[in-house]
């Protein structure tokens, strides 16, 4: 028999704000907390949708990401030294580190120096030094 915290694979996620709402009953139909359903939920958020939980979340990140955006000498050595840095990587004239805060999920504010140039954006933890040196040249 189950119960009222038994759940689903399942969520009500708001695409226009790409955040979960609430998460599904096994039932599928209803919400785990307010026993909504899709059109009851939708009273209050017009652009939810059922989805995977997984689904949802990857979405939810993909919120976060951001574009390679240059800034300053003076906020890069700002950025490394506010916390301690995460994955601080150094190659040719080149480094790059992530802040130890994520901010959505596995994604988190990454910084890079390429040469002379320094810049920042969001993008997933997941990233190699690699990744991260080809994103901010392809920008």
């Known amino acids: 028999m189950s119960t009222a915290y038994n759940q ?10 790409s ?4 998460f599904l ?6 919400t785990l907390i307010d026993k909504q359903t899709l059109e009851e939920v939708r009273e209050r958020y017009p652009k939810a949708i ?3 939980i997984d689904e949802a979340w990857n979405l939810y990140e993909d919120a976060a990401i951001t574009e390679p955006e240059e800034i300053t000498e003076e906020e890069f050595d700002w950025l490394l030294n506010v916390l301690p840095p995460k994955n601080w990587w150094h190659g040719s004239n080149c480094e790059s580190f992530m802040m ?7 994604v988190t504010r990454i910084c890079v120096r390429d040469r ?5 954006f969001r993008d997933r ?14 920008s």
């Open 19 to 22: 955040r979960i709402i609430d």
């Open 100 to 106: 130890i805060e994520h901010d959505r999920g596995s």
């Open 116 to 120: 002379q140039k320094y810049y920042k």
């Open 125 to 138: 933890v997941s990233l190699t030094p690699y990744q991260i040196l080809d994103k901010v040249r392809a």
């Open 50 to 52: 059922k989805l995977r």
């Open 25 to 30: 009953r096994e039932d599928e139909e209803t």
């Open 8 to 17: 689903s694979e399942y969520c009500f996620f708001d695409s226009q704000e």
